[in-house]
């Protein structure tokens, strides 16, 4: 009988040793495993897209809350064309204010949200695709801008929305990327002064021969999951996703959880190039998305559940839509 108690006494302690022993490993495992936040202005790298290290380094060091000040834009004259889409003026396409207009029109208003994704926003006036929607009809949301002298630039202008200077990158893990930074480009063989072309490039490429100009260089950027941006700020419900990054869109997309978003609009820029256009729609269409309206230059991607009258407002003339849009009064000062 004493021998059978020392047993099963021999055995609790052998079991508590071994369980203890187990959980030591584990959590040591863990920690050698989980990196540490990094110091100060560090770039987080190869951080998950919800690593919470990489989501408090953009809120604190990335990340420019939105602005108080009135609006300090270049001339009222140019604000104005380009929140009427000075694209259109300028004779290119104009998707981004059919976005929005499909948006005001078409969205169920306990749907609306009036909030955007601008990826590549550059200065935030030149051909801005979000000022409209931001001054003149209220609306917020996010602005992405990898290029530093352009994102500074941008501060300037005090716009309505969350700044962010950030890559968005081509992988679900935060990395660094090297950037084409263009202050000017060539047109003809005439240097024009123009919002930069930037783009992200291979590691083992040097600039293209077109874009060697005066202030063209290349720079490194910190680049992170789009998932991670919204999460930065909890804004994970969307009418309108713009995406101009001269490139990678397809990658960028491919990235982003669907589950865990709500978006009802894509804008994405598919630069003419052969075949992107046939797999982008391959890609929305399975994300639950309708191919609405394409050009050469940009594509304009709609939950397939507000196409009931889509066809019917569309058919509206562009110009008669922006008639009745040169008669609003700005919101916002």
Not at 3 to 13: A, G, I, P, V
Not at 24 to 36: A, D, E, G, S, T
Not at 140 to 163: C, P, W
Request: proline content about 4%; overall charge neutral.
């Amino acid at each position: 009988m004493r021998l059978r108690t020392l047993k099963k006494r021999n055995f609790r302690y052998v079991f508590i040793v071994t369980s203890l022993t187990l959980l030591f490993l584990f959590i040591r495992n863990y920690h050698n495993n989980v990196k540490p936040c990094p110091n100060s202005t560090e770039w987080p790298l190869d951080r998950d897209m919800d690593d919470m290290c990489l989501i408090n380094y953009i809120r604190k060091y990335r990340m420019e809350l939105p602005s108080q000040l009135p609006y300090n834009m270049s001339s009222e004259s140019m604000n104005r064309a380009s929140t009427i889409m000075s694209s259109q003026l300028m004779g290119m396409d104009h998707f981004w204010t059919d976005a929005v207009f499909f948006a005001e029109k078409m969205i169920p208003e306990e749907k609306r949200t009036k909030r955007f994704f601008e990826c590549g926003a550059s200065n935030g006036e030149f051909m801005s695709q979000t000022y409209f929607a931001e001054r003149f009809l209220g609306w917020t949301g996010m602005l992405v801008e990898a290029d530093m002298y352009y994102f500074n630039i941008m501060k300037e202008k005090h716009r309505k929305a969350y700044q962010f200077s950030l890559c968005a990158s081509t992988s679900t893990k935060s990395n660094k990327a090297t950037f084409l930074h263009v202050e000017k480009w060539r047109n003809n063989g005439t240097e024009l002064f123009v919002p930069g072309n930037g783009q992200i490039m291979d590691e083992d490429k040097d600039i293209p021969d077109g874009f060697k100009t005066d202030g063209t260089k290349l720079v490194d950027v910190f680049c992170v999951p789009i998932y991670s941006i919204m999460k930065a700020i909890n804004m994970l419900s969307l009418d309108i996703f713009f995406l101009d990054v001269e490139g990678p869109e397809l990658e960028i997309l491919k990235t982003i959880p669907f589950e865990k978003i709500d978006v009802s609009i894509f804008v994405v820029e598919h630069n003419n190039v052969s075949g992107k256009l046939k797999k982008l729609e391959e890609f929305f269409s399975e994300k639950g998305y309708f191919l609405q309206e394409s050009s050469v230059i940009d594509s304009l991607f709609i939950r397939k559940e507000y196409l009931g009258n889509a066809k019917e407002e569309f058919s509206k003339l562009f110009y008669a839509r922006l008639y009745e849009w040169l008669s609003i009064s700005p919101i916002r000062d």
